[in-house]
């Protein structure tokens, strides 16, 4: 427990619980089991989101130097000819304005926001927020649910093998979770148990886990084999997560490619209906 910083609760009690029952090597062996597929899951879906991240942050430099440089290039040619400019050239050239006037104060206001942002999630408030923020985002979102509830169910299971007290397992697997909006639903779940509710009863309250895997946990209950059950209902999870990830990039694709052309019609429009528009004017 010295090194807290660096080894999270779930290890901690984990090591204790093998040192208290004699079982230090088998809970080493569950620990590098559970660790190792939680950083496989963490690297798939961060390979997945890497594409797309790289494109929206290429095509935020690209607009950010078509509005500082390119389009005032463009705009001071155009008022030499003090025509009629289209409605996307003139939507163009005010959102170049206010760039490069207001610039400064964008900057202020970003960082100030991911500050805000930043400060806000550390609350527990805030934290509950972001975590229910990042499950509903679309595509990813229904992923991430997936990945963590097969991390909740991995830990639950590990710890239920090791021996840990029921009421003491929840409490750790929410920790180990890391998101404070499922947490909080882990803990209803332990509040209920404490009470003297079931698992089944309490799981299908929390409205976290397919009919599927709560017919899985009702079975491991009334068989007294929670914990295999609930390996299974973490297999299930990243089977499924597995597939999605491998599927990720196919269904994002075509999203970036839209938004890609999108800004590249609206570029030509407000660029080049004009500089046709002068070209014809001086051909007449």
Same mark, same amino acid.
């Given at each position: 427990?010295?090194?807290n !910083?660096?080894? /999270?609760n779930l290890?901690?009690?984990?090591?204790?619980?093998g040192? /208290?029952?004699?079982?230090?090597?088998a809970?080493?062996?569950q %620990?590098?089991?559970y660790?190792?597929?939680?950083? #496989?899951?963490?690297?798939?879906?961060k390979?997945a989101?890497?594409?797309p991240? *790289?494109?929206l942050?290429a095509?935020?430099?690209?607009?950010?130097?078509?509005?500082? *440089?390119v389009?005032?290039?463009f705009a001071k040619?155009?008022s030499?000819f003090?025509?009629e400019?289209?409605?996307?050239?003139k939507?163009?050239i005010?959102?170049?304005?206010?760039?490069?006037?207001y610039w400064?104060?964008?900057?202020?206001a970003?960082?100030?926001?991911i500050?805000?942002?930043?400060?806000?999630?550390k609350?527990?408030?805030?934290?509950a $927020? $972001?975590g229910?923020?990042?499950l509903?985002?679309?595509?990813v979102? !229904?992923? %991430?649910?997936r990945a963590?509830?097969?991390?909740?169910?991995?830990s639950?299971?590990?710890?239920?093998?090791?021996?840990?007290p029921?009421?003491?397992?929840?409490e750790?697997?929410a920790?180990?979770? /890391?998101n404070?909006?499922?947490?909080?639903k882990?803990?209803?779940i332990?509040?209920g148990? #404490?009470r003297? !509710?079931s698992?089944?009863?309490t799981h299908n309250a929390? !409205?976290? *886990?397919?009919?599927?895997?709560l017919q899985?946990?009702?079975?491991g209950?009334?068989s007294?084999?929670v914990?295999? %059950?609930l &390996?299974e209902?973490?297999?299930?999870?990243?089977r499924e997560? /597995?597939y999605?990830? &491998?599927t990720?990039?196919?269904?994002?694709?075509?999203?970036?490619?839209?938004i890609m052309?999108?800004f590249?019609?609206?570029?030509?429009?407000?660029?080049f209906l004009p500089? $046709?528009?002068?070209?014809?004017v &001086?051909?007449?």
């Open positions: 427990t010295r090194h !910083d660096i080894f /999270d290890y901690i009690n984990m090591v204790r619980v040192e /208290d029952s004699g079982q230090l090597e809970v080493f062996d %620990l590098s089991e660790l190792e597929r939680d950083l #496989e899951t963490k690297k798939r879906i390979a989101l890497r594409y991240s *790289f494109v942050v095509l935020t430099i690209a607009l950010s130097v078509v509005n500082v *440089f389009i005032p290039a040619m155009f030499q003090k025509a400019l289209p409605l996307p050239t939507i163009l005010g959102t170049s304005n206010f760039f490069v006037d400064p104060y964008m900057l202020v970003v960082v100030a926001a500050i805000g942002f930043r400060e806000y999630t609350t527990d408030k805030g934290a $927020w $972001w229910e923020a990042k509903n985002i679309p595509l979102g !229904d992923i %991430l649910r963590l509830m097969a991390r909740y169910s991995r639950f299971a590990l710890m239920l093998k090791s021996g840990v029921l009421p003491q397992a929840l750790l697997s920790k180990a979770i /890391d404070a909006f499922l947490a909080g882990i803990r209803e332990k509040a148990v #404490e003297g !509710d698992l089944l009863r929390s !409205d976290m *886990f397919t009919p599927l895997v899985m946990i009702a079975v209950e009334e007294g084999q914990e295999e %059950l &390996q209902v973490s297999g299930f999870y990243e997560v /597995d999605d990830v &491998q990720l990039s196919d269904r994002i694709e075509p999203i970036m490619i839209l052309a999108g590249v019609m609206v570029l030509a429009l407000g660029i500089l $046709w528009e002068m070209y014809n &001086q051909s007449g």
